[in-house]
């Protein structure tokens, strides 16, 4: 069995916690996809100095039964799109989880004790701050404005992947079953798919309630004669 690791670098100038994967991935430019099949090296696709994918790449898409591992994966899926959810997915940070481990990459790393050259570089966030949105001032840095920084920020999506591999190897699997891979797959199918809302009929009901919660309140003022002012 053939697993593709990968890890995404984004940019966006709406913010992921404050928006949700979902609405993110309406609007992300993808600038960095770290990838490695099986123990191969590690390669970096720099989607500013080349828009189309590389060929390495492409073949490594079309393996027949192609395991593709992330962590976190729900990012990589949602950003990448329906076009990528054919594929059997891994994930490192799941399976920690179901093994009662941190789902953070750089504890995990730290945990087991990674070798520095694997580890997650921690001045990575600062280089996330830098180049995955936009700056105080509303301009964006990109490679042809902090250089040397960007070269750091595609050795830290590589490093990425390489703590990623290594975890694959490392975590343990006696919680890993069937049942729960099967679980966490319906997990994403109810992701992906959402649920249908009558939107109209939600309105209503909370202006009802807004109604409703209006007339108690003065009818609570009205017999406690000024000593309550709304209804609990």
Known sequence: MNTLYIDLETYNTVDLKTVGVFKYAETVEIMLFA???NDG???VWDLFSHKD????????????????CAHNSGFERTVLGPAYHGYAWSDTMIRALAHGLPGSLDILSTIYKLPVDRAKDKEGKKLIQLFCKPQRDGTRATPFTHRKQWEEFKEYNRLDVEAERELDKKLPRWNDTAAERALWRLDTQINDRGFLVDIDLAEKAIKAVDSEKKIKDAKTKE??????????
């Open 35 to 37: 990838y490695a099949l």
């Open 41 to 43: 090296p590690v390669q």
């Open 53 to 68: 994918m590389p060929r390495d790449l492409k073949e490594y898409l079309s393996i027949k039964n192609l395991i593709i």
């Open 223 to 232: 017999l406690t004669q000024g000593d309550a002012n709304a209804a609990t």
